[in-house]
């Protein structure tokens, strides 16, 4: 099974700070994901990239950025951390034609 | 644009009985969809997927079918554990364009009652 490892399950920032969220994969897929889940509104995706350092904008890239720099590794960074940020985030990742796995999520709280 | 939406937001069924929980979507060139299982304060879990050019299949107690003539894809969970409760949706994941291009479902809560 492919495992997708967030850093961390709950986090709590001050506004404007800056954020980093980290996510692992170990079966050297491609494509990775960064979404973010909101009640009423589903999952939104932010960025995702397939391929080292290649990344694509999703539908909701404002407030973010992303880096790959190794395959295995997807990070996301709120440059100034805003109470609207305040949301569940998913990295996900995915292998030629299969489907999309994602991590346990991170819970993040801007305050 | 495209859209995958689910009928209900919330189900409640007694432990015991079968459960269907269903997904309408908007694209008919929609090739490969997945329902996922999440459950409180956990990423989203495969439960099963099928492909469009099958209409049936089945998994250990859940089974998916596929109505592509009016774009509908359900959930059957047959005796609903308790352990069944949680939030499910449905994703149309496109297998051969853009993988940023995939789409989910709102969610339904499903909750067992004992």
């Known amino acids: 099974d492919v495992k997708v490892t967030q850093s961390s399950r709950y986090l709590v920032k001050r506004t404007g700070e800056k954020v980093f969220l980290e996510c692992v994969q170990d079966m050297d897929h491609e494509n990775m994901f960064w979404y973010r889940q909101d009640p009423g509104l589903g999952l939104r995706l932010i960025y995702f990239s397939y391929d080292v350092k290649m990344k694509e904008k999703g539908d909701i890239p404002e407030g973010y950025s992303v880096s790959r720099e190794k395959k295995e590794r997807f990070s996301l960074i709120l440059e100034s951390a805003s109470t609207n940020q305040t949301s569940m985030y998913l990295c996900?990742?995915?292998?030629?034609?299969?489907?999309?796995?994602f991590g346990s999520g991170t819970r993040l709280t801007v305050v | 644009g495209e859209s995958v939406g689910l009928h209900l937001p919330t189900l409640s069924v007694q432990e015991g009985d079968n459960s269907i929980i269903n997904c309408a979507y908007s694209?008919?060139?929609?090739?490969?969809f997945i329902w996922y299982k999440q459950e409180s304060g956990k990423g989203p879990q495969f439960i099963i997927d099928i492909r469009s050019n099958m209409d049936k299949r089945q998994g250990q107690r859940v089974t998916v079918l596929l109505n592509k003539t009016v774009k509908h894809l359900s959930l059957q969970i047959a005796a609903t554990q308790p352990g069944d409760s949680a939030v499910y949706f449905c994703a149309e994941i496109p297998l051969n364009t853009n993988a940023g291009k995939s789409t989910f479902g709102d969610g339904t809560t499903l909750t067992v009652k004992p």
């Open positions: 996900a990742t995915r292998s030629g034609g299969r489907g999309i796995s």
């Open positions: 694209n008919s060139a929609s090739d490969y």
